[in-house]
């Protein structure tokens, strides 16, 4: 079982390089867990405290707010929206936090010089945090933007019914009359203070360092090492850069991807030219797993393949941690690109088992051997202790054989019909709810069915 504990850490940083404007849409170890570094303040006004000043509605009316400074400011009324000039002196990875609010929504965006979008957070819920981890700037003007979702009204309570009142005993005082408060005279409740904060600091070592979200600006990633990252705003994609010029030719790879709170990752695998040969994702909160990956280099590709990482949301407070590691795949081991059925692993006429590996999110897809002769064959997958597998056997896109989720741990058996010369593909499967585990397909030829 794949498990990764994952640290909540100060935010990552890093360097724009020479670029003024990001645009950005929306069976091997663990996953090493690294202590990573708090980042300093740069700039001045580190420490300083002090309210937004109204109005600032407005790029040209928005409340300076400096470097390392916290400034606390409020929603009200609900369409308002709160700007915060920053004035960056020097290049590095900003992050700006804001904190949660009861009964409000919360959105970050930020600006660029020119009022171009670079980052937006919007984690979804009330009294959640919101934020941009590590955004790499260059000196100049940036304006921080909060604004509050409008929330779905919610249902009127009905009133409780009243009994009726008992008549009053001769010679009882009078009850004394109800005091009854108007709604719209009575004193409003105040919207409340929610807190923001900007940082910029130098990136530390193995961490990502921003812009990354194409093959040019990627990350170097080294087999072996533990780097660290953010899903740190809506539509952010980190890309690494792995060489695997170095690798053995009979080697495969794992790569882990450890669990994000509140986030479905994405990762997908592509090689030198861009050609995805892997996509996989996780459920929410989950960590990825891709075990036994053969690299492909194409004829006149350089040896690269880029991992790239996506989030179906953001989350600026919890980093992922990402490793490549590499081993020596072992006897009838399944590998991987196997998701697809274009990357089907042969499953050859010498072999009558394979030892496969299930992860959340995996598909495994083998092809059968191709014979002259109709046949009938005999599937068994013998899953692990802790995964729901189901199998199916596909004939041009047709099912002709499937097994059932019987349950965890619970072994599949059934037969398919294959027609003599025809591709037969297997595909393993399983819930999401499936944890690690290897599990062992076996097949079996018989005659053909009458």
């Not at 790879?253 to 709170?261: G, M």
């Not at 058996?413 to 037969?424: D, L, R, Y």
């Amino acid at each position: 079982m794949f498990a990764v504990v994952v640290a909540l850490v100060a935010p990552l940083a890093s360097a724009c390089g020479n670029k003024n404007r990001q645009k950005r849409a929306g069976d091997a170890a663990p996953v090493e867990v690294v202590q990573q570094p708090v980042l300093g303040d740069a700039g001045v006004g580190g420490g300083a405290s002090g309210d937004e000043i109204e109005p600032n509605d407005g790029e040209d009316v928005a409340t300076p707010l400096s470097i390392g400074a916290t400034l606390r400011g409020r929603i009200d009324p609900e369409v308002d929206a709160d700007f915060y000039r920053l004035d960056i002196k020097d290049a590095g990875a900003l992050s700006v936090e804001v904190t949660a609010v009861d009964g409000m929504d919360l959105t970050v965006e930020l600006l660029d010089g020119g009022g171009s979008a670079l980052a937006r957070s919007d984690r979804g819920g009330v009294h959640v945090r919101e934020g941009v981890p590590n955004l790499g700037v260059t000196p100049g003007r940036y304006t921080v933007v909060v604004r509050a979702k409008k929330l779905p009204p919610t249902r009127p309570v009905p009133a409780p019914k009243k009994r009726p009142a008992k008549p009053a005993r001769k010679g009882a005082p009078g009850a004394p009359a109800a005091v009854v408060i108007d709604p719209a005279v009575a004193a409003p409740s105040a919207a409340p203070v929610y807190e923001i904060t900007a940082k910029v600091a130098a990136p530390p070592a193995n961490a990502e360092r921003e812009p990354d979200d194409d093959r040019g600006t990627a990350n170097d990633l080294i087999v072996g090492d533990t780097v660290t990252g953010f899903v740190g705003w809506t539509g952010d994609a980190d890309v690494w850069k792995l060489s695997v010029e170095a690798l053995s030719a009979k080697n495969v790879v794992d790569i882990e991807l450890s669990a994000v709170e509140g986030v479905a990752l994405t990762l997908e695998v592509a090689d030198g030219v861009g050609h995805v040969l892997l996509a996989r994702k996780a459920p929410k909160g989950s960590s990825l797993v891709v075990r036994g990956l053969v690299p492909v280099v194409p004829p006149g590709s350089a040896p690269y393949h880029y991992l790239i990482v996506k989030g179906d949301r953001s989350n600026h407070e919890t980093a992922y941690q990402l490793r490549v590691s590499e081993k020596v795949p072992g006897p009838d081991a399944e590998v991987e690109p196997d998701d697809a059925p274009d990357h089907a692993m042969p499953f050859s006429l010498e072999r009558k088992v394979v030892h496969g590996t299930w992860a959340p999110g995996d598909l495994d897809f083998y092809a059968l051997p191709v014979e002259q002769a109709a046949r009938t064959v005999e599937i068994t997958i013998d899953p692990p202790a802790d995964a729901d597998l189901s199998a199916e056997v596909l004939i041009d896109g047709k099912v002709v054989g499937k097994g059932e989720h019987l349950g965890k741990g619970v072994q599949e058996k059934f037969t398919a019909a294959i027609p003599a010369g025809a591709t037969a593909l297997l595909k393993v499967r399983g819930t999401d709810a499936s944890i690690e585990g290897t599990y062992d397909v076996t097949l079996q030829d018989g005659p053909a069915a009458p």
